[in-house]
């Protein structure tokens, strides 16, 4: 069950830590952020939208995600707490400015200020204007939204995932929040290729021969690599149309439980790589 997936990701890190000695530095960052964020979908509790079968079949058939922004009704008092929470984890980052936290927490008190950064960023609005009047960084403020809302959105994501028509779906954004695929995978059964939500983490069909970023199909553009020291478990997709790579795992070749989630987290040297040869991410508005 996705419930129980942050758990068995703790547990293999600590299995890491235990056999290592010590995580490194990065994972072990990211590690606590995880924590955050399993805490905090232990205690979310959401309404399932009522959309009705035909609302959904229409939604799904006109490219529009299940979940706008306008049926996104989570608790806002957890909202600041995990805000909060968050806030104080990035500060642990040294390369912040000054005092740059502090006004962080000053935007998680205010809830109106909160709810309209929230929305921007869900709606894929820049955060500039509210960063501006608030004293602080963009990108901070818009990986402090994500970051923060990612459980939340998990919990709709686990509700509304299951009415999702595969076949009728197969978009370069996620069905379930819009949100854009930050991984991918092959499945064991056929080797189709699924990609993951940056937001939610929502899984959905995909074309394997199609950039899920700009959405070209010029075969003479798009190339994957593959690590022939793994066993050609890990591929990275890159388009030379637009310059983005995403990152992929063959379940096909794995015989172990293979974890998306952590595998987004213990492949962060294939991103160095990539962006070293002048690819870029294709999504945005995230840490992890």
Not at 61 to 70: D, K, N, Q, S, V
């Amino acid at each position: 069950m996705r419930s129980k997936v942050d758990s068995k990701i703790l547990e293999r890190l600590q299995e890491l830590e235990q056999k290592e000695g010590q995580l490194p530095g990065t994972v072990e960052y990211y590690r606590e952020l995880l924590q955050i964020q399993a805490r905090a979908k232990s205690r979310i509790v959401v309404r399932k939208p009522s959309l009705g079968r035909d609302l959904v079949y229409d939604r799904l058939r006109e490219g529009i995600p299940l979940l706008l922004f306008r049926d996104f009704c989570p608790d806002w008092d957890q909202v600041q707490t995990v805000f909060e929470q968050v806030v104080i984890w990035a500060a642990k980052d040294s390369g912040n400015p000054p005092g740059e936290s502090e006004r962080l927490r000053k935007i998680g008190r205010n809830r109106s200020v909160l709810k309209k950064a929230a929305k921007a960023w869900y709606e894929g609005h820049s955060l500039g204007d509210i960063a501006t009047a608030e004293g602080v960084d963009e990108v901070m403020l818009t990986s402090a939204i994500a970051v923060t809302l990612k459980p939340f959105l998990f919990v709709y994501s686990s509700l509304l995932l299951p009415d999702v028509d595969q076949d009728l779906w197969q978009r370069r954004h996620c069905p379930v929040c819009g949100g854009k695929p930050d991984f991918a995978y092959l499945d064991k059964e056929r080797g189709a290729r699924w990609l993951l939500c940056s937001r939610c983490d929502a899984d959905w069909l995909f074309l394997r021969l199609v950039c899920p970023y700009c959405g070209t199909q010029n075969q003479d553009a798009l190339a994957y690599f593959t690590d022939e020291e793994e066993s050609y478990l890990y591929r990275l997709y890159i388009c030379e149309q637009c310059r983005t790579y995403i990152k992929a795992v063959d379940l096909r070749r794995s015989e172990a439980d293979v974890l998306l989630s952590l595998e987004r987290m213990m492949t962060l040297d294939m991103d160095r790589q990539a962006q070293e040869k002048g690819y870029k991410c294709g999504w945005t508005n995230l840490i992890v």
